[in-house]
């Protein structure tokens, strides 16, 4: 038998240098070209329903915002900016506008005070907590009409709320709805009601991402509940809480169904939002000017939404 020498074996056992050697248990170069664009493909319906649903109306809609487009008249002329002049004349433009800030500020608050604290109570995987998640997540399911008018019949002064306050307080008969004030609050508490159960799932995902040692090390420091809730987990739930922040606030701001089904823009014009005014001016055949209104409100959107999640994203806790 023959021995060879080891220079000989070396040679004969080393791989060729033409030859690419692969890491055990990674994917050919190929199935890796083939998975960085598969996502493309997944999303590729979604993208289409957003470009022809959303983004094509809207940018064929801004001519028509700088026009005279209306159902009194052929002519349909460009006329700059005189829409917005005389939507602020007529009082529509200004109040509608700070209307819909209030809005959206109240229901982002509530919709976030309450999904933060259904989260915190129903963190744990349970067959009860997973029973209360998805009933406080029914709310999401219902249509935003149908739920506007389920509660306009619970807030009537003889419908089921002012009854269970009347149990307390005999001959309680309050107009929710009539007054003003509480009217806005009252359809922003509606609207925080229907989207809370989104933003709940976001803050269980984001508390139940935290690290357990991190909560039993104040724990041992000393630290009560609340102090463990407000040094540790709070600022750990900061990108939760700026999407939560964000979404339900551009949601408010795009508020309609909810208001439409309630309120319809009144008592008088104390709940008339941007969106409600852009339907009663089409409702009127004032097109050119409901298409400025609904352009306010996609830059209202961007000019609020832009710098929010900057500054919340500097926030974050890496």
């Known amino acids: 038998m023959v021995i060879g020498s080891p220079v000989e074996d070396a040679a004969t056992s080393a791989p060729s240098r033409r030859t690419p050697v692969r890491r055990e248990g990674a994917p050919p170069r190929a199935s890796r070209r083939r998975g960085s664009g598969g996502w493309v493909w997944f999303a590729l319906p979604s993208i289409a329903l957003v ?7 809207f940018v064929l809609n801004i001519p028509f915002a700088f026009s005279s487009w209306s159902g009194y008249s052929n002519d349909v002329s460009f006329v700059g900016f005189d829409n917005w002049v005389f939507l ?3 009082g529509v433009l200004a109040p509608a506008t700070v209307l819909t800030l209030i809005y959206a500020v109240i229901a982002m608050v509530i919709q976030n005070t309450v999904a933060l604290s259904l989260a915190t109570a129903l963190r744990r995987t349970g067959r009860v907590n997973s029973f209360y998640r998805s009933l406080f997540f029914l709310p999401v399911l219902i249509s935003p009409l149908a739920a506007g008018y389920i509660w306009r019949a619970i807030v009537q002064p003889d419908g089921v709320l002012n009854g269970f306050i009347g149990i307390f307080a005999p001959g ?3 107009a929710w709805l009539g007054d003003p004030v509480w009217a806005l609050i009252t359809v922003a508490f509606v609207d925080a009601w229907k989207w809370s159960g989104i933003a709940t ?3 269980i995902a984001g508390l139940n991402g935290i690290p357990a040692s991190l909560l039993e090390a104040a724990e041992l420091d000393g630290a009560n509940a609340w102090q463990r809730f407000w040094r540790v987990s709070f600022p750990l739930l900061a990108p939760a809480f700026t999407f939560n922040v964000v979404t339900t606030l551009i949601g408010a701001l795009s508020a309609f169904d909810i208001v439409a089904s309630t309120t319809g823009g009144g008592p008088g014009v104390s709940t ?5 005014a852009v339907q009663q001016q089409f409702g009127q055949s004032y097109f050119g000017t409901a298409s400025s209104l609904s352009l306010t409100v996609t830059l209202l959107v961007v000019i609020i939404a832009v710098p929010l999640v900057a500054w919340l994203r500097k926030r974050e806790v890496a």
Do not use: Q
Request: aromatic letters at 28%.
């Open 51 to 57: 470009v022809v649903f959303f983004v094509i109306p």
């Open 88 to 90: 602020w004349n007529s």
């Open 172 to 174: 309680f008969a309050f």
């Open 201 to 203: 799932l976001v803050y």
């Open 272 to 276: 008339r939002l941007l969106n409600v």
